[in-house]
Structure formats: C-alpha cells, structure tokens
C-alpha cells in the first residue's frame, strides 16, 4: 500500500501560484550606454520583470509584445528602430533568463555600433529608466491532478497566477527547457503528443484568459479521443 501511494504520488501533479512583490533597485538609466551597462549587472530577476510584467497587467486584454525596454528606447530616446529590433525578440525561443538577457545586449550593441549616434541621445529628466525586480513567492495550492480529467477540471478552476507561473516563470526563471504542464504530461502520464501540443503553444500571443482557454480546448479535445 505505501509503495503504491508513492507511485501516485510521483504521477500527480500539485498546482502552485505565485505572489510578486515589485521593489526599486535604485538604478536608472538616462541614454542607451547607461541602459546597456546596467541590462548586463542587473539581477536576473530584473530581466524577468521588464520582459515579463506586462503578460498579466493585460489579463483581460490583448498583451503587448513590446518590453518596457523596447517601448523606453522608442518613446524616451526616439530610436524606434532599435526599439523594433529589441520588441521582435521572441522570448519564448530562449529558456534562461541568461540567454534572454545575452540577446537583449546583442541587439543594442550591433544597433549602437552601425549607429553610433544613438549613444548622443539622452532621456528627459521625467523619462528616466527605473530598473525594477520582481521577487516571487511560489505557494502550493490545495489543487492536485492524479490524471488528464483532474488537469482539466483544475485548469478550469486555478488563477490565473498558477497557471502564468507554469506556463511562464517555471520554465524561464528555474532554467527548464519547458514548461510544468508539458513537462509533467508527456513524463508522468506519458502524454507525448497532448505535451507537445501544449509546448508549441505560442504563450506570448494571449491574454492569461485566453492562455487558459487555449490549454482548456486542448486538453478537452485530448480527453474526446481518449472515449472514442
């Protein structure tokens, strides 16, 4: 009996959420070298903010791809070209906060390199870059699916923080190669195509609601053919 309760327990899935707090680092940035300089020393956690926070401010809405980054070197220095270059990163390719950040730095570089006249222009004392970090509190919720029925019927049921800190923080700030519900899908349930399925999500591109709807409609159609 106990060997067989661990073996489930191994099988489950325990949902989580995530609590954030935003804090001031006290670094700003007034043109592109300050920017450059201090995108390379910043906490990772600071990275994450900046390229991340706007995913749930937009719960409801469409998201905007562009990170704060991007929409302050467009709108605080008028270099919208870098400012396109640096939004059109796609963030989901990158599975470290490292790697993210070493592409960020790139792209300034090169930019600032074949255009060395985007370093002579500085910010408005009101535009200022304030670097922030988000500290992150990871809780366990009551929820614990022991099949593709309870994932469903959880997934229907979570906040929107749970399923962001799957689908999102997981997989980028713990350094997975994928996110929790694929990972767990295709390992414990042997579930390779619905995880593949999940994994080729485009997370990105949705409000949180929309997110949920998505991996909803997904698993349901998986848990169809499974009865027929």
């Known amino acids: 009996m106990a060997e067989s309760a661990k073996k489930n327990n191994e099988k489950s899935f325990r949902f989580y959420t995530r609590l954030h707090l935003k804090v001031l680092t006290g670094l700003r940035a007034s043109n592109i070298e300050e920017l450059l300089d201090l995108i390379k020393t910043v906490s990772g956690s600071s990275i994450y903010y900046h390229t991340h926070h706007f995913l749930q401010q937009h719960e409801q809405l469409s998201p905007e791809p562009p990170n704060d980054f991007a929409y302050w070197i467009a709108n605080a220095l008028n270099e919208e070209v870098m400012a396109e270059k640096i939004a059109s990163i796609d963030t989901i390719q990158y599975h470290t906060i490292r790697a993210l950040r070493n592409e960020i730095i790139r792209v300034i570089r090169d930019y600032t390199r074949e255009n060395p006249r985007a370093k002579s222009r500085f910010a408005s004392p009101d535009k200022v870059f304030h670097f922030i970090k988000s500290v992150s509190f990871i809780l366990p919720t009551p929820y614990v699916a022991k099949d593709l029925k309870d994932f469903l019927n959880i997934l229907k049921k979570v906040t929107t923080n749970s399923i962001y800190f799957h689908m999102f ?60």
């Open 169 to 228: 923080e997981a997989r980028l700030r713990l350094d997975k190669e994928t996110n929790d519900f694929s990972f767990w899908l295709g390992t414990s349930l042997k579930e390779v195509a619905l995880a593949e399925k999940i994994t080729s999500i485009d997370p990105y591109t949705y409000t949180m609601e929309d997110l949920r709807k998505k991996l909803i409609g997904i698993v349901e159609q998986r848990v169809r053919d499974a009865k027929d």
